[in-house]
């Protein structure tokens, strides 16, 4: 490729891989280092910020996902250059651009495995748990380390769960993460449905407790083969996650011990006062169950 103007500190950069999100990701290798790297760019032909007007980038986007906003792509950016956690991507040195000057990216470290949501799909739909509990651990642990910081990630699912050969985790797309005590807030739904606390789905106020509610909801449906909420249409999930009880894990699967199903089910209460006060909590809930699980197999 010619003319990658700041991405000239990149060679034999791929053909791009572009989502939903409104952003392509690149395979890179990094000029000095020699490391392969990811390279995130928002799409241009989607992205706008307020005075900004993007222009047409060397490298070349040849889908078109739902647009995002400038203000949002770099806010990602900019949280995740602030996290330093094994369990959550890391974002590498690199000049991010300000609002005004496209093109808008940033550079990654480049992950090799799949996403748990594909791993669910070699495996039948489901785990066992087993195998899930050091996976469930990875995630929370991460989820604890953005709490701590303030930071509420939005959109915790399958898809969003990276994991590698030797089943260690990562935890991607900080895409509509907010600072739970930020000005900002959400006036309409936020995150994937089948994974979203009712609060986010409503628009409202949300917190940490809205991530343990997706994080109840990702391992309901490791264990057991589905989300907790399923329907034909839109409206139809929506009016479950908010107006309905999921059915209890060990009914769903006789395999799992009431324990487990009772510590799965606060974590997917309605209301966010119900469900654990942290994600710490969730997870020492989680291991304890477990363990009374498997002396009882």
């Known amino acids: 490729m010619q003319n990658l103007g700041p991405y000239e500190g990149l060679i034999e950069i791929s053909r791009p ?36 007007k993007p222009q047409p980038i060397s490298v070349q986007v040849e889908e078109k996902p739902e647009p995002i906003s400038v203000e949002r792509f770099l806010q990602e950016a900019s949280i995740l250059a602030s996290l330093d956690h094994p ?3 890391k974002v590498l040195p690199t000049q991010i651009p300000p609002p005004s000057q496209p093109p808008y990216f940033y550079v990654m470290q480049f992950l090799t495995g799949r996403e748990l949501s ?13 195998r899930f509990i050091p996976i ?3 995630l929370a642990s991460a989820l604890s380390y953005i709490h701590e910081r303030g930071i509420v990630h939005m959109d915790v699912k399958p898809n969003n769960v990276f994991i590698s050969e030797n089943d260690s985790i990562t935890l991607l797309d900080f895409g509509i993460s907010r600072y ?31 991530d ?12 057991s083969g589905s989300p907790p909420f399923t329907a ?46 942290d994600v710490d909590s969730f997870a020492r809930d989680f291991e304890l169950a477990s363990n009374t699980h498997n002396r009882h197999k």
Do not use: W
């Open 180 to 210: 739970a005590n930020g000005s900002e807030s959400f006036n309409k739904p936020a995150g994937t449905l089948a994974y979203a606390s009712p609060e986010q789905m409503l628009g409202l106020d949300f917190s940490q407790q809205s």
């Open 17 to 52: 891989t572009c989502g939903s999100s409104g952003a392509c990701i690149y395979k890179a290798r990094d000029r000095e280092s020699g490391h392969t790297v990811a390279l995130k760019v928002l799409n241009p032909a989607g992205g706008t910020g307020r005075g900004a």
């Open 136 to 138: 469930f651990k990875q």
């Open 87 to 89: 369990n959550i991507v």
């Open 232 to 277: 034909g249409s839109i409206s139809r999930l929506a009016d479950r996650v908010l107006n309905e009880k999921e059915k209890p894990l060990h009914l769903r699967c006789p395999d799992i011990s009431m324990a487990l199903s009772v510590c799965i089910a606060r974590a997917l209460s309605k209301d966010p006062k119900q469900r654990y006060p």
């Open 212 to 223: 343990i509610f997706s994080l109840g909801a990702l391992a309901y449906e490791v264990l």
């Open 118 to 130: 594909r791993v669910l799909q070699e495996n039948g739909g489901r785990l066992p748990l087993e």
